[in-house]
């Protein structure tokens, strides 16, 4: 669908009954267009005879950051307090962002719920979002205000060893906005939801929206959020750290692993995966464990590997995969997004993760899923 078509769907979506004039009034086009356009739109099968009937595709939410991602990768061992000579490079990131990114080049129709600033990284963000069709319409922009920003430095072998963010904007992903996008949020099939938003706003997701939540605990600084609403949520994807804060359980060998997602499952959490960086995942649900090792993939940058394994839940449970293999398909998704050295791997798709998730996993070189 391209950007002009979703726009035209939701005034439709909006007012079944708007007139083709009143629509093309609205676009600044000529009426003739807005024509081509609704008929591309019923070819598509989103609209349905006259009185526009709407028919709504299956799609997920992410409600979630989007960031401007500025990086620095040491051409040689970090020196504390000293110059590093190394690469710097801008892209666009955020935890929801890249969870949504991906799972765009993963063939989901992705609507994505979030704050923009008034500045020229929204723009750059919000353009990038509409040429890989996630839809940021219902999204927040905030007058005076800086859209996120989030600075990382990486060590010579790519993995993340200091990160600063600059999340304030956030605070304005309350309640009240997600409860006027109720009905694009309970018409989902699932939703998905990072812990860079206030805990009151995943507090009224937990307790209002129908669809399953999937929750990326995001950091330890954040993953208390989501404690109190462990109970109401379908997967969690804690790393080890985040695991330990969540369950109360210190994690230092395969019984205290095991115990840690037990005593997760035991707040009425329906699956969780914990990522064990080098050591490939635990995924578990009520109905038992298995641990799995990561997947060979030549390393270049770990900075987005657990954006895509989320993704590749989502992806997964949509096609429904039982806990291995959807396990697989987020360890698959990783490997191939260490492949690359920006955050995101453009060469994701469907059929090279199903590809590379049907492999036999071993053991190359570590990964880190955070």
Same mark, same amino acid.
């Given at each position: 669908m391209t950007q002009r078509e979703r726009?035209?769907? &939701?005034w439709i979506e909006e007012n079944p009954l708007i007139s083709q004039q009143e629509l093309a009034d609205k676009a600044g086009i000529a009426r003739s267009s807005v024509a081509v356009h609704i008929s591309n739109l019923m070819k598509k099968g989103h609209i349905a005879g006259k009185g526009y009937i709407v028919s709504t595709a299956p799609y997920a939410v992410v409600v $979630? $950051? =989007?960031n401007m991602d500025i990086g620095g990768v040491s051409a040689a061992p970090l020196v504390p307090a000293d110059s590093n000579p190394g690469v710097v490079r801008m892209s666009l990131g955020g935890v929801g962002r890249n969870i949504a990114h991906n799972m765009a080049l993963l063939g989901l129709d992705? &609507? @994505?719920?979030? !704050?923009?600033g008034d500045d020229g990284h929204a723009q750059r963000i919000a353009a990038s979002c509409a040429e890989l069709g996630i /839809? =940021? +319409?219902?999204?927040l922009q905030i007058p005076g205000e800086r859209t996120s920003t989030y600075l990382f430095i990486a060590d010579e072998k790519g993995e993340m060893s200091l990160a600063l963010s600059d999340m304030d904007i956030y605070r304005h992903i309350t309640p009240a906005y997600l409860a006027s996008r109720a009905q694009l949020l309970q018409n989902a099939q699932l939703v998905i939801v990072d812990a860079n938003i206030p805990a009151d706003a995943i507090a009224w997701l937990a307790h209002h929206v129908k669809p399953p939540i999937f929750a990326d605990p995001v950091s330890t600084a954040k993953a208390d959020k989501l404690r109190p609403v462990l109970g109401e949520l379908h997967t969690l994807k804690p790393n080890r750290i985040e !695991?330990?804060? @969540? +369950? $109360?359980v210190t994690i230092t060998d395969e019984d205290s692993l095991n115990r840690a997602a037990d005593t997760l499952l035991e707040t009425g959490l329906r699956r969780v995966f914990i990522s064990l960086g080098g050591d490939g995942v635990l995924a578990a649900d009520h109905s038992g464990q298995v641990r799995l090792p990561c997947m060979k993939g030549s390393m270049v940058n770990t900075t987005g590997c657990g954006d895509a394994f989320m993704a590749a839940l989502a992806w997964a449970y949509l096609e429904g995969t039982a806990l291995e293999d959807t396990a697989r398909a987020g360890l698959a998704a990783a490997s191939i997004a260490m492949e690359s050295g920006e955050t995101i791997n /453009? !060469?994701? +798709?469907a059929e090279l993760l199903a590809e590379r998730a049907s492999s036999f996993?071993?053991?190359d070189r570590p990964m880190v899923l955070d």
């Amino acid at each position: 669908m391209t950007q002009r078509e979703r726009q035209i769907l &939701r005034w439709i979506e909006e007012n079944p009954l708007i007139s083709q004039q009143e629509l093309a009034d609205k676009a600044g086009i000529a009426r003739s267009s807005v024509a081509v356009h609704i008929s591309n739109l019923m070819k598509k099968g989103h609209i349905a005879g006259k009185g526009y009937i709407v028919s709504t595709a299956p799609y997920a939410v992410v409600v $979630g $950051g =989007v960031n401007m991602d500025i990086g620095g990768v040491s051409a040689a061992p970090l020196v504390p307090a000293d110059s590093n000579p190394g690469v710097v490079r801008m892209s666009l990131g955020g935890v929801g962002r890249n969870i949504a990114h991906n799972m765009a080049l993963l063939g989901l129709d992705t &609507r @994505l719920l979030t !704050a923009f600033g008034d500045d020229g990284h929204a723009q750059r963000i919000a353009a990038s979002c509409a040429e890989l069709g996630i /839809d =940021v +319409s219902r999204a927040l922009q905030i007058p005076g205000e800086r859209t996120s920003t989030y600075l990382f430095i990486a060590d010579e072998k790519g993995e993340m060893s200091l990160a600063l963010s600059d999340m304030d904007i956030y605070r304005h992903i309350t309640p009240a906005y997600l409860a006027s996008r109720a009905q694009l949020l309970q018409n989902a099939q699932l939703v998905i939801v990072d812990a860079n938003i206030p805990a009151d706003a995943i507090a009224w997701l937990a307790h209002h929206v129908k669809p399953p939540i999937f929750a990326d605990p995001v950091s330890t600084a954040k993953a208390d959020k989501l404690r109190p609403v462990l109970g109401e949520l379908h997967t969690l994807k804690p790393n080890r750290i985040e !695991a330990e804060l @969540l +369950s $109360g359980v210190t994690i230092t060998d395969e019984d205290s692993l095991n115990r840690a997602a037990d005593t997760l499952l035991e707040t009425g959490l329906r699956r969780v995966f914990i990522s064990l960086g080098g050591d490939g995942v635990l995924a578990a649900d009520h109905s038992g464990q298995v641990r799995l090792p990561c997947m060979k993939g030549s390393m270049v940058n770990t900075t987005g590997c657990g954006d895509a394994f989320m993704a590749a839940l989502a992806w997964a449970y949509l096609e429904g995969t039982a806990l291995e293999d959807t396990a697989r398909a987020g360890l698959a998704a990783a490997s191939i997004a260490m492949e690359s050295g920006e955050t995101i791997n /453009d !060469a994701m +798709s469907a059929e090279l993760l199903a590809e590379r998730a049907s492999s036999f996993p071993c053991t190359d070189r570590p990964m880190v899923l955070d």
